[in-house]
Nanobody, 119 residues
């Protein structure tokens, strides 16, 4: 059974930084895409950033230049470095991974971690 465990959320003042981590455990053959999504109260979940096996990245326009996604394939872990945080970044952040397991294609979500940006 594959499990994704997130860490690193919390309360931070505007302009501050946080680093989120998401580690996968279990029998995974490969992880093609790793990504971070967020969902604010009353809003739909949106893609914040994603990264492929080859290192290609994609970012939500509002976070470009402030957030950086990275991955450690050996550790099956994805990171999201968030700098210059704004109140509008407040949301529950979820990691998502897509790849292959023994039974075939697989995708999974982390449990979510709260990020609150407030003075």
């Amino acid at each position: 059974q594959v499990q994704l465990v997130e860490s690193g959320g919390g309360l931070v003042q505007p302009g501050g930084s946080l680093r989120l981590s998401c580690a996968a455990s279990g029998s995974i053959f490969s992880i093609n895409v790793m990504g971070w999504y967020r969902q604010a109260p009353g809003k739909q979940r949106e893609l914040v950033a994603s990264i492929t096996t080859g290192g290609s990245t994609n970012y939500l326009d509002s976070v470009k230049g402030r957030f950086t996604i990275s991955r450690d394939n050996g550790k099956k872990t994805v990171y999201l470095q968030m700098n210059s945080l704004k109140p509008e970044d407040t949301a529950v952040y979820y990691c998502k991974m897509e790849g292959k397991v023994f039974a075939g294609p697989w995708s999974g979500w982390g449990q979510g971690t709260q990020v609150t940006v407030s003075s």
